[in-house]
């Protein structure tokens, strides 16, 4: 169970978590953070009223439409738009008046980049949470300023081990991460294991069981066992038998060259938000 969250001392601002964005990911944070009973101001601003008026109903935010003075409120002030929005988000709020501390979700757009935008009075870090924080059990990558102090990353790293793990990776590893960790590849394995078990006649209801079971729980039994995953997969799929040859046959059609192709793939998106040439 997580631990619940105590008000500390210091001022109301030096406390408040402020969401500039209240899309998807600041909602499955900010439904993390109130899960595991984080009781601080949070703070978000959005161009859309629908969006505030759904936050505050469901997890009790405060909604400031006003992206100057949502700032204003700002002890960490955490960047949760679209890449391609961010840094001409950022440009509108230039000067920030104060020091204060930053944490960039916008993929692919690195520190130097957000520096260069903002100046020296804003110290950052990047990260990249998955929306499966919203129940507590998420995985978070993390790359901060060399500058950073140690008592400021543990400030931010608090907030993400609220809802969940969180894993420190260098910058130049951290598009890789970016297209590795999405909770979307389970999601769509599943819906793709499913789908071919019930074309082979399987009912809905079992087929989503099954390649749930072959999907989570296996992967449960790696994270919690001390067995490797080759000796995992050799114990699985006895040779020549019935998942020895499933699992052949997606080797033979191209499987691994698809799934790398396809992170290939993210990996150009992300150099495509930063600004870079491949």
Known sequence: MKRRVKNAGGSTKEKTLVFLGGGRITSALVAGLRRAGYKLPIVVHDRHPEKLRQLKR???VITEPDLQRSVAQAGILILAVRPASALDLLASIVPFRRPFLAVSLA????????????GTRVRWARAMPSPVCRSCQGLTGIVFEKSLSPKNRRTIC??????GEVVEVPEDEFDAFTVTYSASHGYHALAALAGAAERLGLNRETAIAAAAHALADG?????EGDESLKALMEEAATPGGIAATVMSTMDERGHQQHVAAALHAGMERARKNAGKKS
């Open 58 to 60: 469901r997890y009790g």
């Open 107 to 118: 993929a692919g757009i690195p520190l130097a980049v957000l520096r260069e935008t903002v």
């Open 158 to 163: 608090k907030i993400f081990e609220l809802v």
């Open 219 to 223: 992967i449960v039994a790696w994270r």
